[in-house]
């Protein structure tokens, strides 16, 4: 390899024989000359290199760092943002020195970057935090995109900088952001009930669904079967719940973090859904198979961006508005941006959801333990009357009403 002075690294012995070499003809030579050495030129700045390597080390560490050329240098960071395990791993690099740091902020460096090196947390958010993030969605980042623009429209109520961020990335195909925009499309979020346009909501969820996000395939076999924005097939829709559950199973068994075995995933739990049961028992069987019909599929890891908002608004003590409102579905994060927004639980009447995703994947870790039928009457003697009737949430029942 040569440097930028033209003259390629000479092996270790070689450089040293020379060196050595050039001692004794100076030593022993009667007819030397200052400034006139005896040996080659080029083995006459190796041996300098070396003396400087002897004598300064740091320096001479310097000087065959800075021989490297800048786009190998931007190529190995480009390996390194995109790998980075947590944030400090690719902010350590760029604090190391000055030329680092400032090939580590090229935009193809950025651009490269993936979701775990700029994944920040609420209680370390700041103005270079912003910067930074800022930077990333400018070279183009889409990950980079949907995460500052979920904060912006989200947790800083900069809904139009947030909702434009969001379609940036949804552009590139990024199927986090499309969904996210079904949901604001859903919802009205930012405006006003009549602002919901639930036709443009299943048109952005069928093309997330089309790129394999789960939650969107979720949300648009619920779509198709109760009929909303969508002309109403039960069948097509229970088609996309299954394959819905079918990905979320693979994306399990795939998933060599998880710390359960396998069998444990696999285990028949006679509980998880009222409408089947195991062969053994009297009455109809079941399939074993997916997580809303008797698996139990520990839960998906959540996205950063909705990591960020569940610590953002824990640490204010809820919403940022009086009286709005969370999502009950914990990996999810999202407030409400005005009041009534989201949908409750029509059983319980507790809990409220951004959409039928969320109530799904909530009814399945969580609310099928805790959901319990409101009492709709009272006898005239005082006692409670009997239960409403039903279950709080399979992935066939229509358990969401508008608050």
């Known amino acids: 390899m040569r440097t930028r002075r033209g003259i390629s690294y000479p092996r270790r012995g070689v450089a040293v024989n020379a060196c050595n070499t050039a001692a004794e003809k100076r030593t022993s030579s009667t007819t030397y000359k200052r400034g006139k050495p005896d040996f080659t030129a080029g083995e006459y700045m190796v041996c300098r290199k070396r003396n400087r390597l002897v004598s300064t080390g740091k320096k001479g560490e310097t000087d065959l760092f800075d021989s490297l050329p800048d786009d190998l240098v931007i190529s190995i960071l480009c390996k390194l943002s995109s790998s980075a395990s947590c944030p400090s791993d690719f902010i350590s690099v760029l604090i190391t020195c000055r030329r680092l740091n400032g090939l580590g902020l090229h935009s193809l460096v950025l ?28 070279a183009g980042n889409a990950e980079a995109c949907y995460t500052l623009g979920m904060i912006r429209f989200y947790c800083l109520q900069n809904r139009g900088s947030g909702a434009s961020l969001m379609a940036k990335a949804a552009i590139s195909s990024h199927a986090p952001a499309l969904y996210s925009l079904a949901v604001i499309q859903f919802n009205g979020s930012g405006g006003s009930k009549s602002d919901k346009d639930l036709r443009a909501g299943v048109a952005l969820c069928a093309r997330a669904a089309f790129l394999g ?23 097509e829709g229970r088609r996309f719940l299954v394959q819905a559950n079918a990905r979320e199973l693979a994306a399990v068994l795939s998933n060599p973090d998880s710390g359960l075995p396998t069998r444990a995933w696999l285990t028949w739990n006679p509980h998880a859904h009222p409408n089947h049961r195991h062969p053994s028992e009297n009455g109809p069987s079941g399939c074993p198979l997916l997580s809303d019909f008797g698996c139990n599929v520990p839960a998906p890891e959540a996205h950063p961006a909705s990591r960020f908002m569940t610590e953002w608004f824990a640490i204010r003590g809820g919403s940022a508005g009086s009286g709005l409102r969370l999502c009950s579905h ?33 009814w399945k870790l969580r609310h099928k333990e805790e959901c319990a039928p409101v009492e709709r009457w009272v006898d005239e003697d005082g006692e409670g009357g009997d239960d409403a009737g039903g279950v709080g949430g399979g992935e066939g029942d229509d358990v969401m009403v508008e608050s």
């Open 213 to 235: 996000h789960i939650d969107a395939l979720r949300e648009l076999g619920h779509c198709l079967q109760d009929g909303y924005g969508v002309r109403q097939n039960v069948t």
């Open 330 to 362: 914990t990996g999810c994060g999202r407030p409400e941006t005005r009041k009534h927004e989201f949908r409750r639980c029509s059983v319980c009447g507790a809990v409220n959801y951004c959409s039928r995703a969320c109530q799904a994947l909530d």
């Open 111 to 138: 651009s490269k970057a993936s979701p775990k090196s700029f994944a920040i947390k609420a209680n370390n958010w700041s103005d270079s935090a912003h910067r930074f993030l800022k930077l990333c969605a400018d």
